[in-house]
């Protein structure tokens, strides 16, 4: 985990770390350094200071150490010289690479699933939202005991009352107590699950938006806009964890608008399967609002990712209405008149854009705003009215 210290003046002294990633057939230069801008934002997010990224070109990762040997000795070089404690790596890395790496890099070694893990460790605020992140780092940690505890060695057994018998190693024991709380856990969220159940039967027949999409893109201001309520919003990766449905009317017509979880690349498994109940509020809406972050060079591999965790999730099949939000921040790049190389993504006008995502997405309704400055606000107020009341009218449709 992410560690802060605290030096005599009792302020906190970010911990320094560097970031490893590889470029493969399946990811090249550009996407690799994207990925690593983005585990660099959740580690600064984790509360740590990038100090150097590090890159390998390799057909695949290396089954033992992820990265060649040669790299180990450079990284092995650098932390050395610059007293770097942590290392994070931009996959989640096997129970022998973990060790391996510990073992040559002698430093502490940490994953993205790992950092993500606490990441939502921190940000947990309820006790539902604190069980469902216990229960993903135990299943986690529990193929790791061997990389984790240094005491697999000892025996528990040999002559006393209640210690008769062929002993149990550590390990054995330390797995034992893992999977007992892993189903004490699951039964935990399984009582939640089912109150949670019951309160949205409760809700009666109101329509239900979701707001969804990548981290970090606007979803909890959005919301605070549109409901006119006080959510937890920061530009930080997973501002807010925990669920919030509100009800809001729009000209006298009701509906319950739902904030959700953000989502994001290599999102842990483990994560996805705890975090079953709050999921259930995106697959039971009747509309789904995709917020994008327009300013993002990348977003059109955000909206990706969102739809493929739809997906995963099952609620691909939802009808979707796009809000590309953060227009106050969209910058683009004049091309020079001379330039005769073909036009990319940083070129184009916001207006370009728009006319862009009409032309090949027409059968997608979408609003252009901006939440924080409330850009197309009423528009999209106007256009979510007029959703619901056909949805009433059993009209609406994709």
Known sequence: MIEKKKNSHIQEESEKVILVGIITPAQN???????????????????AITCKKFTQRLEHAHARTYIGSGKIEEIKAYIEAQEIKTVIFDDELSPSQLRNLEKNLDCKIIDRTNLILDIFARRAKTAYAKTQVELAQYQYMLPRLTRLWTHLERQ??????????????????????????????KEQ???????????????????????????????STLMNTMAKTEVFAENKLFATLDTTVRKVVIENLPFLLTDTVGFIRK????????????????????????VVDIAHPNFEDHIQVVQKTLQEIGAGDKPIFMVFNKIDAYTYTPKDEYDLTEKTRANYTLDELKDEWTAQNKDMPAIFISAKNKTNINKLRTDVYT????????????
């Not at 230069?29 to 509360?47: I, P, Q, R, W």
């Not at 006393?160 to 007992?180: A, F, K, S, V, Y």
């Not at 999102?267 to 509309?287: G, I």
Request: glycine content about 10%; aromatic content about 4%; hydrophobic content about 40%.
């Open 29 to 47: 230069e550009t996407k690799v350094a994207e990925y690593l801008d983005e585990l660099a934002f959740l580690a600064e997010t984790a509360g």
């Open 156 to 185: 528990r057994g040999g002559k006393g009352i209640g210690m008769n018998g062929p002993g149990e190693t550590q390990l054995e024991t330390d797995r034992r107590i893992i999977l007992e709380k892993i189903a004490r856990l």
């Open 189 to 219: 969220l399984k009582k939640i699950d089912r109150q949670m159940s019951a309160q949205r039967s409760n809700r009666g027949s109101l329509v239900r938006l979701a707001l969804v999409g990548y981290t970090n893109v606007g979803k």
């Open 267 to 290: 999102l842990p498994h483990q994560l996805v399967e705890s975090f079953k109940s709050t999921l259930d509020e995106v697959r039971e809406a009747d509309v789904l609002l995709h």
């Open 387 to 398: 959703m619901i009341a056909e949805i009433h009218a059993g009209r609406w449709s994709l």
